[in-house]
C-alpha cells in the first residue's frame, strides 16, 4: 500500500467528513463514530485518489468495483440498526472499507467477494489494520449457508431483484438492506423478516455496480 500511516491530518478530516454527513442527514452517533475512527485512505491504493479519500465520493478498486461513497457507507450502515454482537453478512467485500465500519460497531461480520484477488487483497488489509472479519471468496447470490442464519445481511451491489437465498438466510426478526434495480440506479431496500411475512421499505435512489450471479473470479 502507498499509505501505512493515520496522522493528524487524515483524523481532521474526518471529523470534517462526519459534520458533512451529519449535514446530509446521518444522526445515528455510532454510525458517525465508525465514520471517524475508520482511516478510508487505507483502503485506497490509487495514490492518485489519496488526496481526495475523505471527500464524499467513491473511487475505483481493482477489479472493476469501487469503494462506496461514505454517505452511501453510512446510509446502509444506518438502515441496518446494528447491536454490538449483531451477526452480519455482508455480500461484496470490495476494498474492506464498508467491512470495517461494521467491524468497529462490533459487529460479527462475515463477507463474501467474488473477485479472489480482491478477496486476497482485502482479506490480508482487514488483517493488518486489526479489523476482526470472517472472509469468503465465492457467489454474493449464494450467501452462506453454512454460517446462517444472520440478524442483518447487508449487501453492497445491485441486485437486479431481491434475492431470495439471502432472505432465507436471516434470522426471523432479521433485516437486509440491499439496493434493488436494473440499470444505472437502484433502490435501497430495507427487508424486514418477521414472523408475519416480509416487510420492505424503498429508501430511495443510489448508484452500484450491479451484482452478478454465478460468477466467480
Do not use: W
Not at 45 to 58: C, K, R
Not at 162 to 188: F, S
Amino acid at each position: 500500500m502507498n499509505v501505512v500511516q493515520d496522522n493528524y491530518r487524515h483524523q481532521g478530516m474526518r471529523r470534517r467528513l462526519v459534520e458533512l454527513l451529519k449535514g446530509r442527514g446521518i444522526k445515528n452517533e455510532r454510525v458517525l463514530g465508525a465514520i471517524g475512527q475508520v482511516p478510508r485512505h487505507l483502503f485506497i491504493d490509487d495514490s492518485a485518489f489519496l488526496e481526495m479519500a475523505y471527500a464524499d465520493v467513491a473511487f475505483p478498486i481493482p477489479c472493476g468495483q469501487t469503494i462506496s461513497q461514505p454517505y452511501t457507507v453510512a446510509f446502509q450502515t444506518d438502515m441496518l440498526d446494528l447491536a454490538p454482537g449483531c451477526k452480519v453478512l455482508e455480500v461484496g467485500t470490495g476494498s474492506g472499507y464498508q467491512t470495517a465500519v461494521l467491524a468497529a460497531l462490533g459487529a460479527k461480520v462475515f463477507s463474501i467477494e467474488r473477485h479472489r484477488p480482491l478477496y486476497l487483497q482485502t482479506k490480508d488489509r482487514l488483517a493488518r489494520l486489526g479489523y476482526k472479519s470472517n472472509a469468503y471468496h465465492g457467489d454474493g447470490y449464494k450467501g452462506l449457508p453454512k454460517e446462517a442464519p444472520f440478524d442483518r445481511i447487508l449487501v453492497t451491489c445491485g441486485a437486479a431483484a431481491v434475492p431470495d437465498t439471502l432472505v432465507g438466510q436471516l434470522k426471523m426478526g432479521g433485516r437486509m438492506v440491499v439496493p434493488v434495480g436494473e440499470g444505472d440506479v437502484q433502490r435501497m431496500m430495507v427487508i424486514d423478516r418477521r414472523s408475519t411475512g416480509i416487510i420492505s421499505i424503498d429508501h430511495g435512489a443510489f448508484r452500484f455496480v450491479p451484482m452478478l450471479e454465478d460468477k466467480t473470479g
